[in-house]
Nanobody
């Protein structure tokens, strides 16, 4: 079992930066691929980025490629999402998720564990 807790959300101006963290409990964190998703009001949950268990492979949604960076520190049981050049359309609740499979995926149904989410609001 893995428990995930996101932090780092808040209000930021357009063009600014923010870093989200997701702290995981459990000794098996390094065995999981990790993903970030987001959900805006009235919209479906949307894939943002994923990272392999080793950190050697990453995968991004086209909408954030070049602006967001996912990383992880297995010694700290933490995955990060660095968000730069933020836009108002990035406003959403951001969730981290853990996936036991080897292949990185954008399909939320493949993820086994989810955090409670953290709100990111980008003002114009």
């Amino acid at each position: 079992q893995v428990q995930l807790v996101e932090s780092g959300g808040g209000l930021v101006q357009a063009g600014g930066s923010q870093r989200l963290s997701c702290a995981a409990s459990g000794r098996t964190f390094s065995r999981y691929a990790m993903g970030w998703f987001r959900q805006a009001p009235g919209k479906e949950r949307e894939f943002v980025a994923a990272i392999s268990w080793s950190g050697g492979n990453t995968y991004y949604a086209d909408s954030v490629k070049g602006r967001f960076t996912i990383s992880r520190d297995n010694a700290k049981n933490t995955v990060y999402l660095q968000m730069n050049s933020l836009k108002p359309e990035d406003t959403a609740v951001y969730y981290c998720a853990a996936d036991r499979s080897v292949l990185l995926t954008a399909d939320p149904s493949k993820y086994d564990y989810w955090g409670q989410g953290t709100q990111v609001t980008v003002s114009s």
